[in-house]
């Protein structure tokens, strides 16, 4: 399995500001770059803060696209994972509902029994990985079972570092827009308790773009 981190980040490698509501980093064009990556993705992975804070969509929203996935033989939108210690989704819930992808959550015993039901009553897939935190080695093995090729992360800081340091991650795509937003706490694109020796990368590609951002493509040595 591919598994690619996907982040915009500002200047100072911020992918958010101190208010953690998840601030505009992408620009338009960017954001058509991410729309096709997660169309070429089988699945989309989140970390639980982004789950539960920003209830993302992650839906393909182009139509051109969708239509191609259609055309490939897949659903128009990707399966959709969610990596949360304490699961509390609610019937409100965009993740749960938008689109067309399955759901697969990987959480712990830390989740209620009344939500394991909640989630599976709403059609998520739901996997009980660990006491405290997911393991995520199972994680991704259970993926690869379930015939995910290709595994796009779309964040946030504390799931970027997790998934690294495991060394499960092949790629970063990170668009880096012309803006700063400091602040110690801002998350960045690896968080958690810190890499000491650095995490060793090769650049692929680096494009300048019209929007005054830079594209950069890196493969993560192993
Ligand atoms: N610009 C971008 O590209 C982008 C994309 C996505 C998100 N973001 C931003 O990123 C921020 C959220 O990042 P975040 O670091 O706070 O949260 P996160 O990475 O979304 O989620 C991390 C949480 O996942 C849970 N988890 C369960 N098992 C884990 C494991 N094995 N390893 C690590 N975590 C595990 C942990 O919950 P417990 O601590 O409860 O155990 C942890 O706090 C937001 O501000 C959001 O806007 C930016």
């Known amino acids: 399995m591919k598994v690619i981190i996907n982040v915009a980040m500002t200047l100072d ?6 208010a953690r509501r998840g601030a505009k980093i992408s620009s338009d064009s960017d954001w058509d770059r991410v729309d096709r990556l997660r169309a070429e993705s089988d699945a ?8 539960l804070d920003e209830d993302p969509r992650l839906t393909v929203k182009s139509a051109a696209l969708r239509d191609e996935r259609v055309a490939r033989g897949f659903e128009p939108d990707p399966v959709k994972v969610g990596i949360v210690s304490n699961a509390t989704l609610t019937v409100k819930s965009r993740f749960l509902s938008a689109g067309t992808g399955k759901i697969i959550i990987f959480t712990t015993e830390q989740t ?5 039901t909640f989630l599976r009553e709403a059609g998520a897939v739901v996997c009980v990985l660990g006491k ?12 690869e079972e379930w015939g995910i090729e290709n595994l796009m992360v779309e964040g946030g800081g504390g799931m970027n570092a997790a998934l ?11 668009y880096i827009a012309p803006l700063i937003f400091g602040g110690a706490t801002a998350p960045t694109l690896a968080d958690g308790a810190g890499i000491l020796d650095g995490e060793k990368l090769d650049l692929l590609d680096l494009k300048k773009l019209d929007d ?3 594209l950069l493509r890196y493969q993560v040595l192993k």
């Open 164 to 174: 690294l340091t495991a060394g499960l991650v092949d790629e970063i795509q990170a």
């Open 112 to 116: 209620s029994a009344k939500q394991l």
């Open 44 to 51: 989309i992975l989140v970390g639980g803060r982004t789950l």
């Open 212 to 214: 005054g951002g830079v």
């Open 13 to 18: 490698g911020k992918i958010d500001n101190v």
């Open 132 to 143: 405290k935190r997911v393991d995520l080695n199972a994680a991704l093995a259970f993926l």
